[in-house]
């Protein structure tokens, strides 16, 4: 499948872009360089000198343009070569590609597609670190594999019973497989899918059982947005205190509420980063001990999904012509798909 190009992609975690240092990012397979003016914005080139083809990340940040450091060709933000050595005015041919970009949420998106055709409306709402109403500690990680692995993974929480019965399942039975039984939602959107899951009277998050108990009503619900981002909210509420079990129920009523957004980005068909905050609401009891633990946990269970994902792309790769048998818990991932066909085929 071809990556949807008209959308923005996270490059990065705002903090990882510091002034002065040029960074190398590959994205669907464009080799990318990010760095900032003297201003603070981000800038966007492609990662190749359109001389003789050299990276200019490795190259040096002036003001606000990048010199390539092989033959000394300086670009300005739009991608214009504005000093050649040795002439009075470089040609229009000397420039290179510039991307859209947007510093928001904590964090920089990049538009890979036709620069003209970018609509900063077409980012969702994705709630970084920065936000005030959840304490959340940022990551990233890169996996060897196709973003489809991880997209897929992530749109059928099922195999939280399976692949996270050390980590979220503490190695109960019952714990996990509360996430295979629970009553599941599936849902449409513009662009993207709505999964809501209530996991009634099922074993409380270890976290959490301090506040409510060792049983509670669990309530999670996740909207998977092309091109990759991943923005869930859980909660966990008294046994039987909430008469009805809808997409929205009153957060108000719950004893423990807990946000993550996440990204998914191609940098080659091979190559995946992902990107992930997640924390408790700030007002809620223990938001400090829970900031840890929520992130503890899930730096564990992301090892867990990385180690199968890896080894399920090399036994894919091993007889790429084997096609997958699918089944009920599914359901998402190939609404997903549908949708994802439904903007390529519009781009
Ligand atoms: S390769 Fe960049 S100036 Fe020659
Ligand atoms: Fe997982």
């Given at each position: 499948?071809?990556?949807?190009?008209?959308?923005?992609?996270?490059?990065?975690?705002?903090?990882?872009?510091?002034?002065?240092?040029?960074?190398?990012?590959?994205?669907?397979?464009?080799?990318?360089?990010?760095?900032r003016?003297t201003?603070?914005a981000?800038?966007?080139?492609?990662?190749?000198?359109?001389?003789?083809?050299?990276p200019?990340?490795?190259?040096?940040?002036?003001?606000?343009?990048?010199?390539?450091?092989?033959?000394?060709?300086?670009?300005?933000?739009?991608?214009?070569?504005?000093?050649?050595?040795?002439?009075?005015?470089?040609?229009?041919?000397?420039?290179?590609?510039?991307?859209?970009?947007?510093?928001?949420?904590?964090?920089?998106?990049?538009?890979m597609?036709d620069?003209?055709?970018?609509?900063?409306?077409?980012l969702?709402?994705?709630?970084?670190v920065?936000?005030?109403?959840?304490?959340?500690?940022?990551?990233?990680?890169?996996?060897?594999?196709?973003?489809?692995?991880?997209?897929?993974?992530?749109?059928?929480?099922?195999?939280?019973?399976?692949?996270?019965?050390?980590?979220?399942?503490?190695?109960?039975?019952?714990?996990?497989?509360?996430?295979?039984?629970?009553?599941?939602?599936?849902?449409?959107?513009?662009?993207?899918?709505?999964?809501?899951?209530?996991?009634?009277?099922?074993p409380?998050?270890?976290?959490?059982?301090?506040?409510?108990g060792?049983?509670?009503?669990?309530?999670?619900?996740f909207?998977?947005?092309?091109?990759?981002?991943?923005?869930?909210r859980?909660?966990?509420?008294?046994?039987?205190?909430v008469?009805?079990?809808?997409?929205?129920?009153?957060?108000?009523?719950?004893?423990?509420?807990?946000?993550?957004?996440?990204?998914?980005?191609?940098?080659?068909?091979?190559?995946?980063?992902?990107?992930?905050?997640?924390?408790?609401?700030?007002?809620?009891?223990?938001?400090?001990?829970?900031?840890?633990?929520?992130?503890?946990?899930?730096?564990?269970?992301?090892?867990?999904?990385?180690?199968?994902?890896?080894?399920?792309?090399?036994?894919?790769?091993?007889?790429?012509?084997?096609?997958?048998?699918l089944?009920?818990?599914?359901?998402?991932?190939?609404?997903?798909?549908?949708?994802?066909?439904?903007?390529?085929?519009?781009?």
């Amino acid at each position: 499948m071809p990556y949807l190009r008209q959308a923005w992609y996270m490059a990065a975690w705002s903090r990882d872009v510091a002034a002065g240092t040029p960074l190398a990012i590959t994205m669907l397979d464009e080799p990318l360089v990010l760095y900032r003016r003297t201003d603070g914005a981000p800038v966007v080139l492609e990662d190749r000198c359109c001389h003789r083809l050299a990276p200019l990340s490795l190259g040096r940040v002036e003001g606000d343009d990048i010199r390539c450091l092989y033959h000394g060709l300086k670009f300005a933000p739009d991608g214009a070569c504005c000093e050649m050595p040795g002439a009075s005015r470089p040609p229009r041919a000397m420039k290179v590609r510039a991307f859209p970009v947007i510093e928001r949420y904590s964090a920089i998106f990049v538009w890979m597609g036709d620069a003209e055709r970018a609509d900063a409306s077409l980012l969702p709402d994705f709630v970084g670190v920065e936000d005030p109403r959840w304490r959340m500690l940022p990551g990233r990680m890169e996996y060897e594999a196709d973003y489809t692995l991880i997209q897929d993974n992530l749109l059928d929480l099922s195999h939280v019973a399976w692949v996270h019965r050390n980590s979220f399942g503490r190695g109960e039975a019952e714990r996990s497989r509360a996430w295979a039984e629970g009553e599941l939602s599936i849902r449409e959107l513009a662009r993207g899918v709505r999964v809501t899951r209530w996991m009634p009277d099922s074993p409380t998050p270890l976290p959490q059982v301090p506040m409510v108990g060792p049983r509670c009503d669990r309530w999670s619900s996740f909207d998977y947005l092309a091109p990759g981002f991943f923005l869930m909210r859980g909660a966990v509420f008294p046994v039987g205190s909430v008469p009805e079990r809808g997409e929205d129920p009153p957060m108000d009523a719950a004893v423990s509420r807990s946000f993550t957004a996440q990204a998914v980005t191609p940098l080659t068909r091979r190559r995946t980063a992902y990107y992930f905050c997640f924390g408790p609401a700030v007002e809620d009891p223990g938001a400090e001990r829970l900031q840890h633990a929520f992130r503890d946990l899930a730096l564990m269970a992301f090892e867990e999904d990385k180690t199968l994902i890896e080894r399920q792309q090399q036994v894919i790769d091993a007889d790429p012509s084997r096609k997958m048998v699918l089944f009920d818990v599914d359901r998402a991932p190939s609404l997903y798909r549908k949708v994802l066909e439904r903007l390529r085929a519009s781009e």
